[in-house]
């Protein structure tokens, strides 16, 4: 492939272990991918173990106790495993309301860690023009109360929530 063709796949409604694994087959390729999820918000999408791999997988890691000191936590952490397919997410919330999380690695190890991070909440018209942008901040904290993560070694189906709306995932 020359580097001037541009290839671009999407996939619509990743939903599978299957469907995942390929979507990081082609990313790792060096195509350009727009692919899109269920899930309510990219707390679920992490919580869920069949298509976490999108946003590099969750596993649980143990930590050296100087380690474990250092950061201020417990020995054993939730961490991301790998690259995430997409380097950003897109949460369509309404019609005319998308949250971006332009840079999806950092994200998800910053909520992994115990940190608020931000979304860029953008709001359309009905032309299509951005009318509004703020930043909306995120976090596990809500999402544990109601089926979050759990403890580690937590039968994987316990952790995962149902899928009920689409999130787009570029």
């Not at 000191?69 to 690259?83: D, I, M, N």
């Not at 999402?143 to 994987?156: I, K, L, R």
Request: some cysteine.
């Amino acid at each position: 492939m020359c580097s001037s063709d541009l290839e671009v796949i999407v996939i619509d409604e990743i939903g599978t272990a299957l469907e995942a694994l390929a979507a990081r087959t082609i990313a790792e390729r060096g195509v350009q991918l727009i692919g899109t999820a269920h899930g309510n918000a990219l707390p679920n999408l992490m919580q869920n173990p069949t298509l976490s791999d999108l946003i590099g997988g969750i596993e649980s890691v143990t930590l050296s106790d100087e380690e474990a000191r250092r950061r201020g936590t417990q020995k054993t952490v939730l961490e991301r495993r790998a690259p995430p397919t997409f380097g950003a997410l897109v949460e369509i919330q309404s019609f005319d309301r998308v949250a971006v999380h332009e840079d999806i690695a950092s994200t998800v190890d910053a909520l992994l860690r115990g940190f608020e991070t931000e979304a860029e909440v953008r709001t359309v018209d009905a032309t299509g023009q951005v009318t509004g942008v703020e930043r909306v901040p995120v976090a596990l904290e809500d999402h544990h109360d109601h089926g979050g993560f759990g403890t580690p070694g937590e039968h994987e189906r316990e952790r995962a929530p149902r899928a009920e709306r689409a999130e787009r995932v570029r």
